[in-house]
């Protein structure tokens, strides 16, 4: 299959999540009211709380089991799991315990639908309502889509540990730690999408420890350590794309230990110590372009960055050092290399604006720009696309980078 096949293919398996987030609301989806398969449901949740007290977060298996056991005769939908979850907002039980479960229902669901061939679209509108935890660790999912929720680890979890999920979407979420760790442990997501979020540790450790995520998305973020991890310990993701992201350690260690990351974009970017140990310990992010920043980056962009070209115009000073810069250090294409370093090009606009002007020129810095001005969350299909041209723009810089 060529990039343009795959393209169109990845195109099209975001037509779900894209439409429904846009207000589409989902075919055979209704909230109905089943009181005796809710019944089942809300026992099957009291007998968990009761009878795993004293699971912690690593040891979410033996429920999965157990529920996947004790449902093997109930037959529930879409409608029913969303009837549970519902009935279960502001719960006063244990939010990790009732959280895994929902995960287990939606897992329990979503593998009977693959068994005939079905999809499982989740699509919830939580009302401002606060649910936990809500379905952690769900290890096959097709597409998700959550909205106006509360809780702390919202979808921690999904498609981790060898689990597979195609988009997962948020939209007005309030809490710490939404989509935590989606995709990790040789887990694999396709999207993950979130906008307008206030919480610490948005979209944390995402692809980490062998995973994969293609795509990641943030759109107005608050909170510090937002995106932090993403690809760390051997992970892999193609794209982050960030607009309007403040908080203090943004993207912390992502891409460490031989992580990789192909293009950072960011625009309007807010904090301190943003970038910190970014590509480091042999990790790699192979285009680093930020538009718009305010704050101060971390050192070790300067020093042991694993960042090949990182570029950053339109900053807003808070410090003497600050500035529009480009630093060049390498290129890095197989995740189990070793990072070579070239002779680091590190130049600040303001210093020595006549070696800017050759950099951006050199570096296709105003193509890039170009195709970054042109992106938009909110037409995902075409900012994908974008995606792959920034590649191919950055493809072309592999010689001049690794001189």
């Known amino acids: 299959m060529n990039q343009t096949q795959t393209t ?20 055979g989806v209704k909230v109905k009211q089943d009181n005796s ?86 699509f919830l509108d939580g009302g401002h309502n606060r649910f936990d935890y809500l379905f952690a660790f769900a290890n096959n999912v097709d597409d998700i889509i959550l909205k106006n929720l509360k809780g702390d680890h919202i ?11 195609n988009n997962l979407f948020a939209e007005n979420i309030e809490g710490s730690y939404l989509f935590n760790g989606v995709g990790m442990h040789e887990g694999f997501v396709n999207m993950v999408y979130a906008n307008n979020v206030a919480g610490f540790g948005t979209l944390h450790s995402i692809a980490s420890s062998h995973g994969t995520v293609k795509s990641c998305i943030g759109i107005n973020i608050l909170g510090d350590r937002s995106l932090a991890s993403v ?117 600040r606009k303001e210093k020595a604006p006549e070696k800017y002007k050759k950099l951006v020129e050199k570096f296709k810095i105003s193509q890039i720009r170009t195709i970054v001005d042109q992106m938009s969350y909110k037409d995902i299909d075409d900012l994908v696309i974008k995606s792959h041209q920034i590649n191919a723009v950055y493809d072309t810089l592999e010689e001049v980078l690794t001189r």
Do not use: W
């Open 37 to 122: 398969k809710l019944s089942r449901l809300v026992s099957l949740c009291d007998v968990v709380n009761s009878q795993f007290s004293n699971l912690n977060i690593a040891g979410y298996l033996p429920i999965f089991d157990y529920v996947k056991e004790k449902l093997n005769k109930l037959v529930f939908d879409e409608s029913d799991l969303i009837t549970f979850i519902n009935a279960r907002f502001n719960h006063d039980q244990d939010p990790l315990l009732t959280g895994v479960y929902s995960g287990a229902l939606l897992d329990v669901l979503s593998s009977r639908n693959k068994e005939n061939n079905l999809k499982t679209n989740i």
């Open 231 to 347: 690809a760390f310990n051997c992970g892999k993701c193609d794209l982050i794309y960030c607009d309007t992201v403040r908080g203090n350690y943004l993207f912390m260690s992502s891409a460490g230990i031989s992580g990789k990351i192909k293009n950072l974009i960011c625009k309007n970017i807010e904090g301190k110590n943003v970038f910190d140990l970014v590509g480091s310990d042999r990790g790699s992010v192979g285009l680093a372009y930020v538009n718009g920043f305010t704050g101060t980056p971390s050192h070790t962009v300067y020093t042991d960055s694993g960042i090949g070209l990182l570029a950053v115009e339109n900053t807003v000073k808070s410090s003497r050092r600050d500035s529009d810069v480009i630093i060049a250090k390498g290129f890095l294409k197989d995740i189990n290399s070793l990072f070579k370093y070239s002779d680091a090009i590190n130049c």
């Open 8 to 27: 169109q293919t990845n195109l099209t398996q975001n037509n779900f999540a894209l439409k429904k987030l846009q207000g589409i609301k989902p075919k």
């Open 155 to 165: 979808g921690n979890g999904i498609g981790s540990f060898g689990g597979k999920a």
